[in-house]
């Protein structure tokens, strides 16, 4: 395996599925199924989730509620994704811990960074729910905390394209996909990778980004034995 141990980030919306809201079991049996994979293997996978299958504060605020209460409960979605997620990667067998950074002491365990780390060690998949904590910050910019909290070689965000493209693969056929490319160029060409807080917060501590598509069953396996299937940012 190319890498040891990496932060997973998965996005909220993957958790649906088909569906249009909330959590589709399918789609979570497949992922254990694909991180099981890779622990099996050896490799050590902290994970951070997201919540807007469930709750995005700014859609609270577009919406008149204050911000700062929206993102609690954007919060809290993301600790319903990590509940579900470590049922499903239970059911598969993986021994599992979710740490949250705001504490709900009779659900998960507070982060506490030593304790992750050991319990990668141990070859349980830690998954992290509460986002930073904050509110006004992403998932994605806890991702990438977390991930040089704890050492991570590499931040693997799945998705459901399969790279990073000159314009947007979704409405443009004739998109380009980078195999590779520079934190400065994907600033330069403004293309959107995560956003800004995240991927500068990566930048500057030189941590790798592979963007590819999580939703392919195998493919997890593949990025992590470090084939070239998506698109890696780098310095
Ligand atoms: N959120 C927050 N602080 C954080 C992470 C998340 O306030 O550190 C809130 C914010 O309202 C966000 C929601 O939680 O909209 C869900 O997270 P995100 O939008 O990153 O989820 P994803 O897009 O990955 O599903």
Same mark, same amino acid.
């Given at each position: 395996?190319?890498?040891?141990?990496?932060?997973?980030?998965?996005?909220?919306?993957?958790?649906?599925?088909?569906?249009?809201?909330?959590?589709?079991?399918?789609?979570?049996a497949?992922?254990a199924?694909?991180?099981?994979?890779?622990?099996?293997?050896?490799?050590?996978?902290?994970?951070?989730?997201?919540?807007g299958?469930?709750?995005?504060?700014?859609a609270?605020?577009?919406?008149g509620?204050?911000?700062?209460?929206?993102?609690?409960?954007?919060?809290?979605?993301?600790?319903?994704?990590?509940?579900?997620?470590?049922?499903?990667?239970?059911?598969?067998?993986?021994?599992?811990?979710l740490?949250?950074?705001?504490?709900?002491? %009779?659900?998960? %365990?507070?982060?506490?960074?030593?304790?992750?780390?050991?319990?990668?060690?141990?070859?349980?998949?830690?998954?992290?729910?509460?986002?930073?904590?904050?509110?006004?910050?992403?998932?994605?910019?806890?991702?990438v905390?977390?991930?040089?909290?704890?050492?991570?070689?590499?931040?693997?965000?799945?998705?459901?394209?399969?790279?990073?493209?000159?314009?947007?693969?979704?409405?443009?056929?004739s998109?380009?996909?980078?195999?590779?490319?520079?934190?400065?160029?994907v600033?330069?060409?403004?293309?959107?990778?995560?956003?800004?807080?995240?991927?500068?917060?990566?930048? %500057?501590?030189?941590?790798?980004?592979?963007?590819?598509?999580?939703?392919?069953?195998?493919?997890?396996?593949?990025?992590?034995?470090?084939e070239?299937?998506?698109?890696?940012?780098?310095?």
């Open positions: 395996m190319k890498y040891k141990r990496i932060l997973l980030k998965l996005s909220g919306e993957a958790l649906m599925g088909n569906r249009q809201y909330g959590i589709d079991p399918e789609r979570l497949e992922y199924q694909d991180i099981k994979t890779i622990t099996d293997k050896g490799v050590q996978v902290a994970i951070v989730i997201g919540g299958n469930i709750f995005r504060g700014v609270g605020a577009s919406n509620m204050d911000r700062v209460q929206g993102d609690h409960m954007g919060m809290l979605a993301t600790v319903i994704n990590g509940l579900a997620l470590q049922s499903a990667l239970e059911d598969a067998q993986i021994p599992t811990r740490q949250t950074a705001i504490k709900i002491n %009779e659900v998960a %365990e507070p982060f506490i960074r030593r304790k992750a780390m050991r319990h990668l060690e141990k070859g349980r998949v830690v998954i992290f729910g509460g986002g930073t904590g904050n509110p006004y910050f992403t998932t994605d910019s806890a991702a905390l977390r991930a040089i909290e704890i050492e991570a070689d590499v931040i693997l965000k799945g998705t459901r394209v399969d790279g990073i493209y000159n314009t947007d693969p979704e409405k443009d056929s998109a380009i996909k980078f195999n590779s490319i520079s934190f400065d160029d600033l330069k060409k403004g293309l959107k990778v995560m956003d800004t807080t995240a991927f500068t917060l990566s930048q %500057e501590n030189n941590l790798p980004i592979i963007v590819f598509d999580m939703n392919k069953p195998g493919n997890l396996l593949k990025v992590v034995s470090g070239a299937i998506g698109t890696e940012v780098n310095i």
